[in-house]
């Protein structure tokens, strides 16, 4: 079991940063991936930046550029900087870690970008 908690959301304008934190407890040593999805009002929840194991990092076209993803040296913190906000980037952003193909979630820090 791993237990995933967010912080970090809030309201900023366009063009603005945010940067958002998950901390991470439990199996993390079990952690294959780990990342960060976003879901607005009506619409699915999608990818929004990918951390493998080794490091490796996958971004959708929407977010490349802008958005980076990094963990800390004990890979218990996952981080999501998030440069040059647009108001469509308005949504819940959950954390999510995979071990095998059991996926955790958090339970979500709302960002709100203004025009």
């Known amino acids: 079991q791993v237990q995933l908690v967010e912080s970090g959301g809030g309201l900023v304008q366009a063009g603005g940063s945010l940067r958002l934190s998950c901390a991470a407890s439990?199996?993390?040593?079990?952690?294959?991936?780990m990342a960060w999805y976003r879901q607005a009002p009506g619409k699915e929840r999608d990818l929004v930046a990918l951390i493998g194991s080794g490091g490796r990092t996958n971004y959708p076209d929407s977010v490349k550029g802008r958005f980076t993803i990094s963990t800390n040296n004990a890979k218990n913190m996952v981080y999501l900087q998030m440069n040059s906000l647009k108001p469509e980037d308005t949504a819940v952003y959950y954390c999510?870690?995979?071990?095998?193909?059991?996926?955790?979630w958090g339970q979500g820090t709302q960002v709100t970008v203004s025009s």
């Open positions: 439990g199996s993390i040593s079990r952690i294959n991936v």
């Open positions: 999510n870690a995979l071990i095998v193909r059991t996926p955790f």
